[in-house]
């Protein structure tokens, strides 16, 4: 299965992943063929990319790579579901993605298959607690814990529902004031946890503080160090490596490689180290199916990752040194070569172009 961006689709292209709206609803079943109708939908409907079935793509010569995702789908559309549920009704739930993430935990989190089609807040929700929950399992918090920080993680923006959606969904970069008043839904989500029956003061503290920084530069109190809550750490690593891989009105999304690196690099800044390293030891810098070149200048595809192994995926070698198409693709795990390392990642255009140069 093959990550296809929107503007490659072609007509009779094959779904490979069931394709979900930003409520949680189906748009088009996994193994349908794409018509010209479909794809103008999903243009209209801003999704950026789509998993199409590699034996449908035309010109395949790339072997097909095997895309795992850390939920199943149902799981994520219930969870989706739920989170819309609770952040419309402010209702207790999650227990779904936490029992699903506890016997899946020995898969890596896959960023790009994470995200999903849209930056709504629900599916947002749902990332940062399948993201946290990775993160609470790598700190070994048992399952009653890992039951409070999920719930914690699925609530962390709850108060956005008080933001007025002229600001939350504004099409354009928050002037100075706005900003002020959309920081505002940390205050508000605390306030209305509190007042909710069958909740924890920590689900509040999560609330609260999940844009607060180690170092004393986060909102809204500015609060550092001990006074930072773990559970709320764990939840705003989560929340801004997610905010970093989402394109943005501001920005572009960032490779989940140069996220990773900038979060390496926040141990004791914006996060406690310890955190820091064990919400890194879950994520894949390189995802399934990205293109890379290493530093010998061969080229390959990511396989998967193994687990604490997250800038040394193992790959399969596609092209030679000179660009010439290997007959025979050679699998190398990066985790075991030292010598060898990726120097960047290449498009599927690129990879598209150089294939052409065959035909
Ligand atoms: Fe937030």
């Not at 035309?58 to 799981?75: L, N, S």
């Not at 506890?102 to 960023?111: A, C, D, Q």
């Not at 705003?236 to 989402?246: E, H, P, W």
């Not at 007959?327 to 294939?355: D, G, M, N, V």
Request: with cysteine.
């Amino acid at each position: 299965m093959g990550k296809v961006n929107i503007s490659s689709l072609e007509p009779g292209m094959k779904i490979g992943r069931t394709i979900y709206g930003a409520r949680g609803e189906m748009l088009i079943r996994k193994g349908v063929e794409l018509t010209p109708g479909h794809i103008r939908k999903l243009a209209q409907l801003e999704v950026s990319f789509v998993f199409i079935d590699d034996e449908s793509a035309p010109g395949t010569v790339i072997p097909k790579i095997v895309v795992k995702d850390v939920i199943a789908d149902q799981t994520r559309l219930a969870a989706v579901q739920q989170v819309k549920n609770i952040l419309l009704e402010t209702k207790e739930s999650g227990r779904l993605v936490t029992d699903e993430l506890l016997s899946s935990s020995s898969l890596m989190v896959n960023l790009v298959e994470l995200r999903s089609q849209d930056d709504y807040t629900f599916a947002h929700s749902v990332n940062v607690c399948v993201l946290a929950l990775m993160t609470g399992i790598t700190l070994e918090l048992d399952k009653k814990e890992l039951g409070v920080l999920g719930v914690g993680a699925l609530l962390h923006d709850l108060g956005k529902v008080k933001i007025p959606d002229k600001i939350l969904n504004k099409p354009d970069t928050l002037t100075k004031e706005e900003f002020k008043i959309m920081k505002k839904h940390t205050v508000y989500g605390y306030d209305l946890i509190r007042a909710a029956k069958g909740l924890e003061d920590v689900h509040a503290r999560i609330a609260y503080q999940h844009h607060e920084c180690y170092n004393g530069s986060g909102y809204p109190l500015g609060i550092k160090e001990k006074e930072f809550d773990e559970y709320a750490q764990i939840v705003a690593i989560s929340d801004k490596f997610d905010a970093l891989t989402a394109n943005r009105v501001y920005r572009n999304a960032f490779p989940p490689h140069e996220a990773y690196e900038m979060c390496a690099a926040s141990g004791n800044f914006w996060f406690k180290d310890h955190i820091v390293e064990a919400f890194l030891h879950n994520i894949a810098a390189y995802p399934s199916g990205v293109f890379i070149e290493l530093n010998d200048c061969r080229i390959a595809a990511v396989i998967d990752t193994p687990k604490g192994h997250s800038m040394f995926p193992r790959v399969r070698v596609l092209f030679n040194q000179n660009r010439r198409l290997l007959p025979a693709p050679q699998e190398i795990p990066l985790s075991e070569q030292s010598e060898l390392y990726i120097t960047r990642t290449i498009s599927t255009k690129e990879i598209q172009s150089l294939l052409e140069s065959y035909s």
